[in-house]
């Protein structure tokens, strides 16, 4: 069989877009679109996502890899605004005064909202970029995706349904957290644009949703049962808070 004959495969239609297809095989895969009308579309509606989210996030693309999200990360003791906790508690206990166990709780959350905030937008422009591999596990596993993450953050992890809100499942990843692990679920409407939901261990039981804004990103944080959200999108925050909302509806039900 030649090369011509040779059906292509998806791995090879992304890498043509991506331009990483080689050389012997470029005559056979443009010939292959010009008779496989439906491949030709797809590879069509890939160059354009491409050229949309290049267009939108392309500068944070050559960015380096925040040290926090790295894979080590995870196996990493907990952070040093932990141990500060610690330490400001046993300060306030030998004190004994009321008004240090206020500021400690305030102080405790108003960084805990910064260090979930600050990760998941990292990792929201991060991935948000890619096209090839923006997940680890692709959202047609939807079942397996949830029970893996379930089973290395410690908690039931679900992953919201959207769809009828125009957003669909891409998938999902592990990421390094504030404490220990992190989901990472990405969703895309049919226009390309990408909204992320990273959740995590959190140290306190409830919190009201708390908005923030980074280099052109909105994000909206909330804590309930012991566990943290931020929804990560644009920095419209109606419609951030709306996404949110639709999020906190579903988790609050299934117990994420």
């Not at 080689?22 to 579309?41: F, K, N, Y």
């Not at 379930?150 to 404490?179: F, I």
């Not at 639709?246 to 994420?256: A, F, N």
Request: hydrophobic residues 40%; charged residues 20%; proline residues 5%.
């Amino acid at each position: 069989m030649t090369d011509s004959n040779i059906p292509v495969t998806e791995d090879e239609l992304h890498a043509y877009v991506d331009n990483e297809l080689p050389g012997e095989r470029l005559a056979a895969v443009e010939a292959w679109l010009a008779t496989h009308p439906d491949d030709s579309a797809r590879v069509a509606s890939w160059r354009a996502m491409s050229d949309t989210l290049q267009a939108k996030y392309g500068a944070v693309a050559d960015e380096p890899v925040p040290p926090r999200l790295s894979l080590d990360a995870l196996a990493r003791p907990p952070r040093r605004w932990m141990m500060g906790a610690i330490a400001a508690t046993l300060v306030a206990f030998v004190a004994g005064g009321s008004v240090g166990w206020i500021a400690h709780g305030a102080n405790t959350k108003q960084s805990m909202f910064a260090n979930f905030t600050d990760d998941a937008l990292d990792a929201h422009k991060l991935y948000v970029v890619e096209v090839r591999h923006p997940v680890e596990v692709a959202g047609n596993e939807r079942a397996h995706l949830q029970q893996w993450l379930s089973k290395r953050c410690g908690y039931q992890v679900r992953a919201p349904e959207l769809d009828a809100n125009g957003l669909k499942l891409v998938g999902g990843r592990l990421l390094p957290g504030p404490s220990g692990p992190a989901s990472f679920l990405m969703y895309e409407n049919a226009s390309g644009e990408r909204f992320t939901i990273y959740a995590s261990r959190a140290t306190t039981e409830a919190t009201q949703m708390r908005y923030a804004a980074n280099d052109g990103n909105g994000a909206m944080f909330w804590a309930d049962r012991g566990v943290g959200y931020v929804v990560s999108g644009p920095t419209d925050r109606t419609r951030l808070q709306h996404v949110a909302r639709l999020v906190y509806d579903q988790t609050e039900k299934t117990g994420l």
